[in-house]
């Protein structure tokens, strides 16, 4: 059995660095479009976008092992 604190531990952890992963990229991707010449706001939208796309493919991803281990069991 998972013991319940190392498992909150974990999802806080986890979300955190998930967060902090997103944002860099975010402001990676922007200083790149801004080195090239667009816009501020064009630039920050972009990167807004990048961090969201890649979001949305983890969460995507992570839905096939949670319906795996969360199915229902029948009797």
């Known amino acids: 059995m998972f013991p319940c604190g190392l498992f909150n531990t974990t999802q806080v952890v986890g979300g955190s660095l998930g967060l ?3 944002s860099v990229l975010a402001a990676w991707h922007t200083d790149g479009l801004l080195d090239r010449g667009t816009e501020l706001v064009a630039a920050t939208a972009e990167g807004y976008q990048l961090a969201f796309r890649v979001a949305t493919v983890i969460a995507a991803g992570a839905l ?8 229902e069991r029948r009797a």
Not at 64 to 69: C, E, G, L, R
């Open 20 to 22: 902090a992963v997103l």
């Open 64 to 71: 096939v092992p949670a319906a795996a281990v969360l199915r």
